[in-house]
C-alpha cells in the first residue's frame, strides 16, 4: 500500500499562487506516476496535470497549462502543484493519486492510490 497525503490548500485570492504538496509513505514509491485532480462541489473529478517518475515528462489539462506546474522530488517522496494566476474557477478539492504503472493518465480508473485531499478557494 502507498499512503498519500495532500497540504498546502488554503484561501487565496484572485491571481495569488499556492502550492500543493503530496507526500508518499508506505510500500515503495518507486517508479510510480503522479497525477493531480479536482472535484469542485456538484462537479466531476477532472484531470488537472501528472508527471512521470523521472520528474521530465509532464501533461497538464488546457484549463491549467501556463499557470500551474508539477514538479517531484523523489527523495522526499514528494510530489509538488505550484498554482499560479489562480481563478476563482479553481476553486475545488485537489486530490494526487499515484500510478503504479508510470503511465500520464487523465483518466480517474488508472491510478491505484488517491489521497484525501486539500480544499483550495480563490475568492473574486
Given at each position: 500500500q502507498v499512503?498519500?497525503?495532500?497540504?498546502?490548500?488554503?484561501?487565496?485570492?484572485?491571481?495569488?499562487?499556492?502550492?500543493?504538496?503530496?507526500?508518499?509513505s508506505g510500500r515503495t514509491f518507486n517508479g510510480y506516476s503522479t497525477g493531480w485532480f479536482r472535484q469542485a462541489p456538484g462537479k466531476e473529478?477532472?484531470?488537472?496535470a501528472a508527471i512521470g517518475?523521472?520528474?521530465?515528462?509532464?501533461?497538464?489539462a488546457a484549463s491549467v497549462s501556463g499557470r500551474f506546474t508539477v514538479s517531484r522530488d523523489n527523495a522526499k517522496n514528494t510530489v509538488y502543484l505550484q498554482m499560479n494566476s489562480l481563478k476563482p474557477e479553481d476553486?475545488?478539492?485537489?486530490?494526487?493519486a499515484a500510478d503504479s504503472d508510470g503511465v500520464l493518465s487523465?483518466?480517474?480508473?488508472t491510478y491505484d492510490y488517491?489521497?484525501?485531499?486539500?480544499?483550495v478557494t480563490v475568492s473574486s
Open positions: 499512503q498519500l497525503v495532500e497540504s498546502g490548500g488554503g484561501l487565496v485570492q484572485a491571481g495569488g499562487s499556492l502550492t500543493l504538496s503530496c507526500v508518499a473529478r477532472e484531470f488537472v517518475w523521472s520528474g521530465t515528462v509532464t501533461n497538464y476553486t475545488a478539492t485537489y486530490y494526487c487523465v483518466a480517474l480508473d488517491w489521497g484525501q485531499g486539500t480544499q
